[in-house]
């Protein structure tokens, strides 16, 4: 039995590192981050699924996402990728680092092709961002 749930467990991770693969160009890696390809999403969770006859993967708890290609690290409760959307929604405690610039929030959304995040806090709480900004060359 425990063979069937482990061979599962990697069956659902292949499909998900496959659908997560599809959304991402390639470009210049972060240093010190682990890739399999390039352009490719690293995804850690307690639990995944992945929906082939919907397109949605979903992990939950104590999710890590590692984004190379756009330079993105990203913690959060729950994380669900519509692949048909490329759309990927984070939430519980969202913590995102994209270019040494951050952000925390309750939900955030990535939208892919757009390359933008809008995050929404918890009830009366506020969004926080961090960015840094240099100063121009003389």
Same mark, same amino acid.
Do not use: H
């Given at each position: 039995?425990?063979? @069937?749930? +482990? +061979?599962?467990?990697?069956?659902?991770?292949?499909? +998900?590192?496959?659908? /997560?693969?599809?959304? *991402?160009?390639?470009?210049?890696?972060?240093?010190?981050?682990?890739?399999?390809?390039?352009? +490719?999403?690293? /995804?850690?969770?307690?639990?995944?699924?992945?929906?082939?006859?919907?397109?949605?993967?979903? =992990?939950?708890?104590?999710?890590?996402?590692?984004?190379?290609?756009?330079?993105?690290?990203?913690? =959060?409760?729950?994380?669900?990728? #519509?692949?048909?959307?490329?759309? @990927?929604? @984070?939430?519980?405690? *969202?913590?995102?680092?994209?270019?040494?610039?951050?952000?925390?929030?309750?939900?955030?959304? #990535? @939208?892919?092709?757009?390359?933008?995040?809008?995050?929404?806090?918890?009830?009366?709480?506020? *969004?926080?961002?961090? #960015?840094?900004?240099?100063?121009?060359?003389?």
């Amino acid at each position: 039995m425990t063979f @069937l749930l +482990s +061979s599962y467990g990697r069956w659902i991770g292949l499909i +998900s590192a496959m659908m /997560l693969n599809a959304i *991402v160009l390639s470009s210049p890696q972060i240093s010190g981050a682990q890739s399999t390809a390039p352009g +490719s999403i690293t /995804l850690k969770s307690d639990i995944q699924e992945s929906n082939a006859k919907t397109g949605i993967i979903t =992990a939950r708890g104590n999710v890590q996402i590692n984004y190379p290609a756009r330079q993105i690290q990203a913690t =959060a409760a729950q994380a669900q990728y #519509y692949s048909r959307e490329r759309r @990927l929604i @984070l939430t519980g405690d *969202v913590y995102v680092i994209q270019e040494g610039n951050s952000m925390r929030a309750e939900e955030m959304t #990535y @939208l892919v092709d757009e390359g933008r995040f809008i995050a929404t806090p918890e009830g009366d709480r506020q *969004v926080e961002s961090t #960015y840094i900004i240099t100063e121009p060359e003389e």
